[in-house]
Nanobody
């Protein structure tokens, strides 16, 4: 059973930065599309950024607005989300997700492997 474990969440002030990390137990990580999603209270889960096994990236521009970067290190089976210039609207539970196959899609239903999530809180 593949497991994803997120870390790096926390409390930060407006304008601050956080770096989220997701570790995967999957041996074939380099051929696994990965994504970061988030869910705020009483809101639907939304995609933040996704990355293919080979490193091609796609961002939700309405969410990211040029502030976040997704990256991966296949040799360590990790994917990262660097978040800068955080705003209170970024407060949410952030989830790492993986899917079978190298591709990455923006639809959460395309991912069958999910981490437990990590809380990000941005104070005003």
């Amino acid at each position: 059973q593949v497991q994803l474990v997120e870390s790096g969440g926390g409390l930060v002030q407006t304008g601050g930065s956080l770096s989220l990390s997701c570790s995967a137990s999957r041996r074939t990580f380099s051929s696994t599309g990965m994504g970061w999603f988030r869910q705020a209270p009483e809101k639907e889960r939304e995609y933040v950024a996704v990355i293919t096994g080979s490193g091609a990236r796609m961002f939700n521009r309405d969410v990211v607005k040029g502030r976040f970067t997704i990256s991966r290190e296949n040799t360590e089976s990790k994917v990262y989300l660097q978040m800068n210039s955080l705003e209170p609207e970024d407060t949410a539970f952030y989830y790492c997700a993986g899917r079978h196959g190298n591709g990455a899609v923006a639809d959460a239903s395309g991912y069958g492997i999910w981490g437990q999530g990590t809380q990000v809180t941005v104070s005003s």
